[in-house]
């Protein structure tokens, strides 16, 4: 799944330690969303949507939208 | 970036450098004295001056080593949430509970057989001669401790982390029942040696650690 959390964080000029620690993830876990070696389970898309508020499909997308 | 900030980081990363590798070379020379001193203690069998000389110097290095490292944490030191301080922590508990008792494993294995080789270290993991009862029973509390703080940490992980850990745990479930039966077979047709439980955790816990390994830096 694709998505734009990179993008979001850079916007803020936020690490990914700093984004990890807003939430509440380790660093390692921003990298893998990122990269796009893991997808979120819908509580943490959640917490990633309420913190960049924004809807969840405006920063995840899989592709058949 | 101007030109005395960029020499000022260098020389920032430097000191982090020189200080971890200092830390790391004093923490190893500590351990190589203690372990030396233990050998040479148990060999002659009595307490010698050179004894408490020696000990005296492994714990003054490996203190060195130990302040030296955890002086240059606050400037490698990155934010962190709560709940993935208090993950780190159990993770270092752990670790500090296991090598205690691996090296209680080592070298209560290595007085209780009376056999100073270079060799002894190994006969916690494939001996399987007897052991003293209290002595077992402080592997088995310890060994208790150990998967307790170790089932605590695994809930302190995030989803992503979590992940990692369960397909090495998957991986390795699936190497144990390959192994086993695999071996077992093997043995009663004269293949191999008789199985060897030991030696099948070890290699079940090489298969987790590769799993999760491969799983985090794929």
């Known amino acids: 799944m694709n998505n734009r959390l990179k993008v979001l964080r850079a916007e803020r000029n936020w690490s990914q330690a700093e984004l990890a620690e807003r939430l509440d993830v380790s660093r390692q876990a921003v990298n893998a969303i990122e990269t796009g070696k893991h997808d979120p389970s819908l509580p943490l898309a959640f917490r990633i949507a309420r913190l960049f508020a924004l809807p969840i499909e405006e920063i995840f997308d899989d592709g058949n939208g | ?218």
Request: a positive charge; hydrophobic letters at 55%.
């Open chain 2, 1 to 218: 970036m101007t030109e005395t900030a960029e020499t000022a980081g260098r020389a920032k990363a430097l000191g982090v450098a020189l200080r971890l590798g200092g830390g790391f070379f004093l923490a190893i020379f500590g351990a190589g004295i203690a372990a030396g001193v233990f050998s040479a203690w148990q060999e002659h069998g009595e307490w010698r001056s050179g004894v408490l000389i020696g000990l005296a110097l492994a714990a003054l290095a490996l203190a060195t080593g130990a302040w030296l490292m955890l002086s240059v944490r606050g400037r490698i030191a990155m934010p962190r949430s709560p709940r993935v301080r208090r993950s780190r922590i159990v993770f270092y508990v752990s670790m500090i509970v296991s090598v205690a008792l691996g090296l209680l494993a080592g070298i209560g294995g290595q007085v209780s057989d009376g056999m100073p080789d270079s060799h002894a270290y190994l006969a916690p993991i494939t001996d399987a001669s007897p052991i003293g009862r209290v002595f077992a029973v402080a592997l088995l509390i310890g060994w208790v401790v150990v998967m307790a703080v170790s089932i605590y940490w695994h809930m302190t992980l995030d989803e992503i982390e979590r992940a990692e850990y369960e397909f090495g745990a998957v991986l390795a479930l699936y190497g144990y029942i390959t192994i086993t039966p695999v071996w077992w077979v093997a043995w009663r047709g004269g293949i191999l040696p008789e199985p060897n439980q030991a030696i099948v955790f070890v290699a079940v816990c090489i298969i987790w650690c590769i799993g999760w390994g491969w799983r985090r830096w794929r």
